[in-house]
């Protein structure tokens, strides 16, 4: 594993990040929701920067994938998804790749007529875009490569790491001995 973003590289950009979320909101009520699960830590960590009044909701979205790294179907589970409707809505999600999962979560909440709604991630992987949109937030570029940790998982492990890694592809091809 190759240490791309370390902790506090991440710690300085979730504090840029906060600086702009208070830039535009300014003292005005915000509802944060994080995309599951790879978003917890970046949620975490960016709301108690934070001070205006704030509510923070979670959605699931999970693709199904063949392998580690191929995007698939998208599946979204709004049970946990607190009232959007006549809110300012800030979605966050760890990272954004091809940006198929966030461009379809954009989609669902507009349908929610929430007053505002804008996105932020903690990464955005360079030359993999298939879609329009973009997030109103980027904390870090990256190359494209198959990253772990701060919350993104290979096969449910590394979420806890503080840093940002990258698997190499022997790694990824071994898979975990658990
Ligand atoms: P997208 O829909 O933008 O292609 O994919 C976004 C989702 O794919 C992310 O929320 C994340 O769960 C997963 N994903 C994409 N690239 C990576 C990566 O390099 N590492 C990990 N752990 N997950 C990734
Ligand atoms: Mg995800």
Same mark, same amino acid.
């Given at each position: 594993?190759?240490?791309?973003? *370390? $902790?506090h590289?991440?710690?300085?950009? +979730?504090?840029?990040?906060?600086? $702009?979320?208070?830039a535009?909101?300014?003292?005005? *009520?915000?509802?944060?929701?994080?995309? !599951?699960?790879?978003?917890i +830590?970046?949620?975490?960590?960016l709301?108690?920067?934070?001070?205006?009044?704030?509510r923070?909701? +979670? +959605?699931?979205?999970?693709? #199904?994938?063949?392998t580690?790294?191929?995007?698939?179907?998208? &599946?979204?589970? &709004?049970?946990?998804? *607190?009232?959007? @409707?006549?809110?300012?809505v800030? =979605?966050? /999600?760890?990272?954004? /790749?091809?940006g %198929?999962?966030?461009q379809?979560?954009?989609?669902?909440?507009?349908?929610?007529?929430?007053?505002?709604?804008?996105? &932020?991630?903690?990464l955005?992987?360079?030359?993999? %875009?298939?879609? /329009? $949109?973009n997030?109103d937030?980027?904390?870090?570029?990256?190359?494209?490569?198959?990253?772990?940790? #701060?919350?993104?998982? #290979?096969? /449910? &492990?590394?979420?806890? =790491?503080?840093?940002?890694a990258? !698997?190499? @592809?022997?790694?990824l091809? $071994?898979?975990?001995?658990?």
């Amino acid at each position: 594993m190759k240490i791309l973003l *370390p $902790e506090h590289e991440i710690k300085a950009g +979730v504090a840029r990040l906060a600086s $702009e979320v208070k830039a535009h909101y300014g003292r005005r *009520p915000l509802t944060i929701i994080g995309v !599951l699960t790879g978003s917890i +830590v970046l949620v975490a960590d960016l709301i108690r920067l934070l001070e205006m009044p704030l509510r923070v909701g +979670v +959605v699931q979205a999970r693709s #199904y994938r063949g392998t580690a790294t191929l995007p698939g179907d998208l &599946a979204v589970n &709004a049970d946990l998804l *607190p009232p959007i @409707a006549d809110r300012e809505v800030l =979605l966050i /999600d760890d990272i954004f /790749d091809t940006g %198929q999962t966030l461009q379809a979560l954009l989609a669902q909440f507009r349908l929610l007529s929430p007053r505002s709604l804008r996105s &932020a991630v903690l990464l955005r992987k360079l030359g993999r %875009q298939r879609v /329009d $949109e973009n997030p109103d937030h980027v904390v870090f570029e990256i190359p494209n490569e198959f990253v772990v940790g #701060y919350g993104l998982d #290979y096969q /449910d &492990a590394f979420r806890n =790491l503080p840093h940002v890694a990258s !698997l190499e @592809a022997h790694e990824l091809a $071994e898979g975990l001995v658990s």
